[in-house]
């Protein structure tokens, strides 16, 4: 036999390692990426106001020292001077973009309230805010449409700016300032900061959805005084830099809207920094204290994964070739890239108690199963891990064939409905739950989608009698509040699947349809306002329906079959069709289970023998299989 690269007809690349599938790389470092050395700015400062994007950023004020008025325009390659404030002031911030922009409050050299906006050209004086405040946080992408919060004298309060009057928001749950912020006026996130008493640095990130702030998960180091992506969505973002307790640092973390991830420091540590950018995939960093002040311009450039984007297409340049030779292994591999999404279950942690009909929110590794039944209703709490679960605070009401919502993390989320049938909904705030608003209808088999704050509830049952026992179509939506009703599912039925990330863009999946006296595999889409029958389902069923991901990228797994056929089936939906993929290792119905489309999981239901399960199982999915050839 000859050399293998003297096999004719085949380009054979040689290889010392296999190309990492997507999954695995996603869970190594999600989102890679190094900071470069750009263009400095011409005046060095910290404590300045910043605003825009990555490739127009505005630079304003701050401590030179003296106090200064200067601005500065970023273009994406260098720094002009532009057109003066006419109050000089330090340690504050802005709203908008380079365009359109308003800053408030700060030192001048004492707290003041002065407003001004910025129209692209020059600083005008408008209404000032109502309270004198310096180092206060700021969210907007316009100067019509701002959110200012905290501040110092500390205060929890905030305030909504139209472009002429400011109105009351909803209160921080924690005061503070010489925070960052990244988001818009309704939907944005507050970080870090300084708050009284020791330790003075806070972790804490807060979430804003026009009236009200959650608690959401903290970063993984307390800090004040740091930089962020201003322009980000409030689900995609980086934090840099910023004073921990003892000194300036150079920390970077990475949100993608569940969890925050160390990535690659800046090269230069630093406070009281200046931050711009569109997501957690571009950000400009710029002046600050070192302690000495900096003129240091830094730009993030992005390496890793982008979830949002086809798995296959990010790891193209990874695949050199088809077939190629692994010169470490000694083996001739192919890569099979082709067809549908790839992936398999593997075994994850036990329940300490086995249960069917319960619900969930949060991740695969980071998750909270509430509820179900065991030989009766209960009230148990189980909090995941990734690998194994821990009993915690129980719910209020014992029940079963409730729904959850809570996307992304164990701090904040919501249950409601249940058997027997109730409108009960708890809140849970990280450590324990508290009775808020019940339901308008009374269900159970009820499902749902979004957050503590913004969930969507739909379908479930009441008690009823043949032939019509009491399915519904009933929607409802919440706002951190109360309950009220939206326009209604196409087909009445219970147990379906919720899945979805934001109560504005969901599916209901599958359920049983009473009056057809069948499982269904229909499949409904939410667009905030009305729903749209999309691809069925190839395998109809019911009840404990696993689900994760969005309205357009989803995976779900396992439910029931009449007459209570316990299935392994999975599915996963591209946003045009579902397509079979890999089984669960055990079937069953009635388990919790949430995540994304390409890292869910499943955890307890009943299976074979009316046995209560105890198991739970991840799902990973992969943009491509490497396959060994047997050569002769």
Aim: proline residues 3%; contains cysteine.
């Amino acid at each position: 036999m000859s050399e293998y690269k003297g096999i004719k007809g085949f380009q054979v690349q040689t290889r010392t390692e296999d190309p990492t599938p997507y999954a695995q790389a996603l869970a190594d470092n999600p989102y890679a990426g190094t900071w470069s050395s750009v263009a400095n700015m011409n005046t060095a400062s910290d404590n300045l106001a910043s605003m825009g994007t990555t490739t127009a950023a505005l630079a304003s004020g701050g401590n030179a020292p003296p106090i200064t008025n200067k601005s500065e325009e970023w273009d994406g390659s260098s720094w002009t001077e532009g057109n003066n404030l006419n109050t000089a002031r330090s340690h504050f911030h802005g709203a908008g973009v380079q365009t359109s922009a308003i800053v408030v409050g700060g030192e001048a050299p004492s707290v003041t309230n002065a407003a001004e906006e910025y129209d692209g050209t020059s600083y005008t004086t408008v209404t000032a805010y109502p309270t004198s405040k310096a180092s206060i946080g700021a969210l907007g992408a316009t100067n019509t449409a701002a959110l200012f919060f905290g501040g110092s004298p500390i205060t929890t309060e905030s305030f909504e700016y139209d472009g002429t009057n400011y109105t009351e928001g909803g209160d921080l749950n924690t005061g503070r300032h010489d925070l960052s912020a990244t988001g818009t006026q309704t939907a944005g996130i507050a970080i870090g900061g300084q708050v009284p008493g020791s330790p003075s640095k806070t972790d804490a990130v807060e979430q804003y959805n026009g009236s009200s702030w959650t608690e959401i998960a903290e970063i993984n180091t307390a800090r004040n005084g740091t930089g962020a992506s201003h322009q980000s969505s409030y689900t995609s973002a980086l934090v840099f830099g910023g004073s921990s307790p003892t000194a300036a640092v150079a920390l970077t973390e990475s949100w993608d809207g569940s969890s925050w991830t160390e990535v690659a420091d800046l090269a230069t540590a630093r406070y009281d920094v200046g931050g711009s950018g569109n997501s957690n995939s571009s950000a400009l960093a710029f002046a600050g204290g070192t302690p000495s002040r900096t003129t240091a311009t830094e730009e993030w450039a992005f390496s890793g994964l982008d979830p949002s984007s086809t798995p296959a297409a990010d790891y193209a340049d990874a695949i050199t070739g088809d077939f190629y030779y692994n010169s470490t292994t000694g083996q001739f591999k192919t890569v099979n890239t082709g067809g549908a999404p790839l992936g398999a279950w593997s075994s994850g942690g036990s329940l300490n108690t086995g249960r069917v009909q319960l619900n969930s929110f949060g991740t695969q590794t980071a998750a909270i199963i509430a509820a179900g039944y065991t030989n009766t209703s209960t009230n148990l709490v189980e909090q995941y891990n990734g690998s194994s679960w821990t009993e915690i605070a129980e719910i209020n009401t014992a029940r079963s064939n409730e729904a959850g919502t809570g996307s992304g993390t164990t701090t904040a989320g919501l249950i409601y409905g249940g058997n027997p049938a109730t409108g009960a909904t708890e809140s849970w705030n990280g450590s324990a739950w508290t009775e808020v608003n019940d339901l308008n209808g009374a269900r159970y088999s009820v499902s749902g989608v979004g957050t503590q704050t913004a969930s969507l509830a739909f379908g479930g049952r009441n008690p009823g009698t043949s032939p019509n026992p009491g399915d519904k179509d009933l929607v409802e939506s919440w706002n951190g509040s109360s309950w009220t009703e939206v326009a209604e599912l196409n087909t009445k039925r219970g147990g379906s699947g919720g899945v979805g990330q934001v109560y504005t863009a969901a599916l209901c999946v599958g359920g049983y349809d009473h009056a057809a006296t069948a499982s269904s595999a229909k499949n409904e889409e939410w667009n905030g306002s009305a729903w749209t029958e999309l691809g069925d389902l190839n395998t109809a069923r019911h009840n404990g329906l696993t689900r994760g991901g969005t309205s357009t990228d989803a995976i779900v797994a396992q439910g029931a079959t009449p007459p209570n056929s316990y299935t392994t089936l999975t599915e996963s939906w591209n946003g045009t069709a579902w397509t079979e993929q890999a089984d669960l290792a055990t079937g069953g119905y009635g388990g919790g289970g949430q995540g994304s489309a390409s890292a869910t999981f499943v955890a307890g239901g009943e299976g074979s023998g009316s046995t209560n399960l105890t198991r739970s199982e991840h799902w990973n999915a992969a943009d491509f299989e490497i396959k060994t050839v047997t050569t002769s």
